[in-house]
């Protein structure tokens, strides 16, 4: 579905889901550079249970826009579209590296409805490397060369690896500009206490970009949370292993005891 929020179209996959589903409506939020798709996989188990969003951002996959440069910028787009479709049914945000980022930054002021978070190859803070602002300035190409090396655990199969790339190549290098200079600018360590949501940390115990100390800091810093480490599998860990990052949201979410 199309939402238009502010004079923008915004993407919304919707699932068609089981007849019968339960709470909490799950909220899929992507990184840096990609769109809905790399949720995929956990669309297609989740969609038999529980109502499953998958969001674009502004300036992604297919929605309108230009992107942010701000980590907060996005958190307002994903406050009006949750406020557009379910402003009042419990809902568990998802978010991978940067859309980690736009969900701790949510967290920090809840509305009633949110039940709990899932934070994905993400931190409490992503300094980016100066040389990833320089490809994507001077050589783009380079820079989508790279993901193959940084993205991934050195098994991961080559079909997840292009898919992964393959999307990412389709958002303009101005606005994955945009989206490393918010996760630059994002910190948020001396805040972390006032996250009270229950809160289930993935990393792969592989990940380059956002490696494992940042998950334990996280699961340090957030009063209810617990902490998964996937074996073999990187920064793409809900692609790479799906069936492990699956099984482990499944188990977290049965632990919230929301009524059915």
Same mark, same amino acid.
């Given at each position: 579905m199309i939402i238009e929020i502010d004079g923008i179209p915004i993407h919304l996959q919707e699932e068609k889901t089981a007849e019968e589903v339960k709470p909490p409506a799950l909220f899929f939020i992507h990184g840096a550079g990609g769109?809905?798709?790399?949720?995929?996989?956990?669309?297609?188990?989740?969609?038999?249970?529980?109502?499953?969003?998958?969001?674009?951002?502004?300036?992604h996959g297919k929605s309108g826009g230009g992107g942010e440069k701000e980590i907060g910028?996005?958190?307002?787009?994903v406050?009006?579209?949750?406020?557009?479709?379910?402003?009042?049914?419990?809902?568990?945000?998802?978010?991978?590296s940067m859309g980690g980022a736009v969900v701790q930054t949510l967290a920090l002021d809840p509305w009633q409805g949110l039940a709990g978070i899932v934070l994905v190859g993400t931190g409490a803070k992503l300094g980016v490397l100066p040389e990833i602002f320089r490809?994507?300035?001077?050589?783009?190409?380079?820079?989508?060369?790279?993901?193959?090396?940084?993205?991934?655990?050195?098994?991961t199969p080559r079909e997840i690896r292009d898919s992964v790339i393959q999307g990412?190549?389709?958002?303009?290098?101005?606005?994955?500009?945009?989206?490393?200079?918010?996760?630059d600018r994002f910190d948020i360590r001396? @805040?972390? /206490?006032? *996250?009270? #949501?229950?809160? !289930?940390? +993935?990393?792969?115990?592989?990940?380059?970009?956002?490696?494992?100390?940042?998950?334990?800091? @996280?699961? /340090?810093? *957030?009063? #209810?949370?617990? !902490?998964? +480490?996937?074996?073999e599998a990187g920064h793409q860990v809900m692609m790479e292993q799906a069936d492990a990052f699956n099984s482990a949201m499944a188990g977290f979410i049965d632990g919230l005891g929301l009524p059915a």
């Amino acid at each position: 579905m199309i939402i238009e929020i502010d004079g923008i179209p915004i993407h919304l996959q919707e699932e068609k889901t089981a007849e019968e589903v339960k709470p909490p409506a799950l909220f899929f939020i992507h990184g840096a550079g990609g769109d809905c798709s790399q949720w995929n996989r956990q669309a297609a188990y989740f969609r038999q249970t529980h109502p499953v969003y998958l969001l674009d951002l502004p300036g992604h996959g297919k929605s309108g826009g230009g992107g942010e440069k701000e980590i907060g910028a996005y958190a307002e787009w994903v406050r009006k579209v949750i406020q557009r479709i379910s402003p009042e049914s419990p809902i568990l945000l998802v978010g991978h590296s940067m859309g980690g980022a736009v969900v701790q930054t949510l967290a920090l002021d809840p509305w009633q409805g949110l039940a709990g978070i899932v934070l994905v190859g993400t931190g409490a803070k992503l300094g980016v490397l100066p040389e990833i602002f320089r490809m994507l300035e001077k050589d783009p190409e380079s820079f989508f060369c790279s993901i193959d090396v940084a993205a991934f655990h050195p098994k991961t199969p080559r079909e997840i690896r292009d898919s992964v790339i393959q999307g990412i190549r389709r958002c303009p290098p101005p606005v994955i500009h945009g989206d490393f200079t918010a996760c630059d600018r994002f910190d948020i360590r001396t @805040l972390m /206490d006032k *996250i009270s #949501s229950p809160a !289930l940390i +993935i990393c792969g115990d592989r990940d380059k970009l956002t490696p494992v100390k940042y998950s334990m800091y @996280l699961k /340090d810093s *957030i009063p #209810s949370s617990r !902490l998964e +480490i996937i074996p073999e599998a990187g920064h793409q860990v809900m692609m790479e292993q799906a069936d492990a990052f699956n099984s482990a949201m499944a188990g977290f979410i049965d632990g919230l005891g929301l009524p059915a």
